[in-house]
């Protein structure tokens, strides 16, 4: 994922300290957030069924390419382009993976090894049908509101805390926006998970898709729900970060990396370390890349799963298999 | 009741039964017996759905389930008590509970019911699966397979590793159940378990059902069971 980051980072050359470091964590909080989601997808995938995923990135590119498409279409007001994209884009891009579980992942009877390399092929075919189509191009989608908000910050003068407002501190309230909507979703997930019987019936396949199926569930039909939802997940990460960052045929590539670190670190198939670990790459990500650069900061992530591999491999919140 | 007739099967290319028929009426405990790797296993997987059938069928009140994938035969009342449990340990034991109910759309009754046969879980109910003591899971196991309404009940070494008390608790269900007219499966090592409780044995060796027994008939047989058991 491109960060929003650095680009900020050169306006306000000369601000202090703190300020500075807000307004990384800002950008680096934006990442998290779209991370998270994405990350969420492919944990899912792989709790549930055991599926690395190397095609979800391009899910993800998927959902940016169709919200161009669908925010094109509609025209007139951002806002009304942007909602349709929020609500087509994963819709499809879910029901397009569901199509591909079915007829493909299902015929290698979901064998772990047989699926990295059917879903690299998916990975190439979703790749370049998008640049045939949609062409090389970068596009932007237009965010449906983005005002600039200036940021306080409080410093200690002889009277006490008084707050001020820095010059070049601030944020757009479309950033705000992607970090309450991805808290909203991630929430959602969460509740869906742990509080719903599609929920009850996803956790049993998880844990033992053979006795889910004894006691009547239809573990396909579940898999293929399951690579929907996590498609869905990444395409609307995309959707919420297009108005950022442009709609192009290879920008699946970083989200797929950062989301495969995410769930290494956080624990494979477990919501709660893959959010945690979300906000923990994407928040370093950010300040990391603002302070000093981006390639340290995937250095850094890097390492920490060497790390996470060496000394914990079930991840931080993962649990080690019997 | 529960039919099998000359069914085969086994794991990727390594056959494990080979034509096996056999027949649990209704309100019988049927056990089958033979040394490990004879199949006893594979004969309760079969039934379950969770192996494909090579060849021959599997009926159930006269209706063919063998062709059926795993998630409709439990659909049409096959309980199971696999190896080892298999609970859901994440789950609380009202949730594997719920599961369980969910496999026919029993209702909040068939819980209450399967509850009174298990008060200690009553006490349980939102303990995870994983923290319950072995006796305490074996009763899931089994509850959770009750809140099914099976009309056959496949039970896989429902006694291994529990304590006195806790197998003759097991026991009386499984009693109660043969009274409600519940066609029972059961495999068990236990000879002298399986003659206080069994109607009928068959000997499985090889993957073949060798012999049927009555129970009472297999009593004081040492020379049978010693050619089917024995090392």
């Known amino acids: 994922m491109r960060l929003p980051g650095r680009a900020a980072a050169g306006n306000v050359a000369g601000m202090e300290f703190g300020p500075y470091l807000m307004l990384a964590t800002l950008e680096g909080a934006v990442t998290a957030a779209v991370l ?11 709790g549930i069924m055991r599926v690395v995923n190397v095609a979800h990135g391009e899910f993800f590119m998927l959902g940016a390419v169709l919200a161009w498409w669908v925010a094109s279409w509609f025209g007139g007001h951002a806002a009304i382009g942007f909602v349709a994209a929020a609500v087509l884009a994963p819709l499809l891009v879910g029901a397009l993976a569901a199509l591909a579980d079915v007829t493909v992942l299902k015929r290698v009877d979901y064998d772990p090894e047989r699926t990295i390399v059917v879903t690299i092929g998916l990975l190439y075919v979703i790749q370049q049908v998008v640049l045939m189509t949609y062409g090389p191009e970068a596009r932007p989608v237009e965010p449906p509101f983005n005002a600039r908000l200036a940021l306080p910050w409080v410093e200690w ?18 950033k705000l926006f992607v970090i309450g909507a991805a808290a909203v979703v991630l929430a959602a997930v969460w509740l869906l998970m742990r509080h719903t019987r599609i929920g009850l019936v996803l956790r049993a396949t998880q844990m033992d898709g053979e006795m889910a199926q004894v006691f009547g569930i239809p573990v396909e039909r579940v898999y293929a729900f399951t690579f929907g939802l996590g498609a869905a997940l990444a395409a609307l990460g995309a959707v919420l970060i297009v108005p950022i960052q442009q709609a192009h045929y290879l920008m699946g590539g970083d989200p797929l990396l950062l989301s495969f670190i995410v769930v290494i670190i956080g624990g494979l198939g477990s919501l709660p370390g893959t959010v945690v670990a979300a906000l923990l790459i994407g928040l370093s990500d950010g ?7 981006p390639t340290l900061a995937k250095i850094l992530a ?9 000394f914990r491999p079930q991840g931080l919140f993962g649990t080690r298999a019997a | 009741m529960l039919e099998l007739k000359g069914i085969s099967t086994g794991y990727g290319a390594a056959q494990v039964l080979r034509e096996v028929s056999l027949e649990v009426r209704a309100g019988e405990i049927h056990c089958l017996l033979g040394r490990n790797g004879a199949g006893k296993t594979t004969t309760m997987k ?21 062709p059926l994938p795993a998630h409709k035969v439990g659909r049409t009342g096959v309980g199971y008590i696999p190896q080892g449990r298999r609970l859901w340990g994440e789950l609380t034991v009202a949730q594997n509970l719920e599961v369980g109910l969910m496999t026919r759309g029993a209702g909040r009754d068939v819980r209450e019911r399967v509850l009174d046969l298990f008060p200690r879980l009553r006490e349980r ?3 995870r699966a994983q923290t319950l003591s072995g006796g305490e899971q074996q009763m899931l196991a089994t509850a959770r397979a009750l809140c099914v309404e099976p009309k056959v009940l496949l039970l896989d070494e429902p006694t291994e590793g529990l304590q006195p008390s806790m197998i003759a608790a097991i026991r009386d269900v499984i009693v109660r159940m043969r009274g409600a007219g519940v066609a029972i499966l059961l495999v068990e090592l236990r000879i002298d378990a399986v003659l206080a409780v069994a109607d009928r044995v068959t000997f499985l060796e090889n993957g073949r059902a060798r012999e ?7 009593r004081g047989r040492h020379e049978v069971i010693d050619r089917y058991l024995g090392v």
Do not use: K, N, R
Request: proline share 4%; charged share 5%; glycine share 12%.
């Open chain 1, 302 to 310: 890097t390492l920490l799963v060497a790390l996470v591999l060496v």
């Open chain 1, 36 to 46: 998270a989601l994405t990350a969420v997808g492919l944990s899912l995938v792989f």
């Open chain 2, 212 to 218: 049927t027994w009555a129970a009472a008939e297999l």
């Open chain 1, 287 to 293: 300040i990391i890349s603002v302070f000093f650069s």
């Open chain 1, 157 to 174: 003068g002889e009277s006490g805390p008084a707050l001020y407002w820095p010059w070049g501190l601030s944020t757009t309230s479309y």
């Open chain 2, 125 to 127: 109910m939102g303990q």
């Open chain 2, 46 to 66: 079969a039934i379950a759905g969770l192996l494909p059938l090579w060849a021959g069928a599997i009926a159930l009140d006269g209706a063919e389930i063998g």
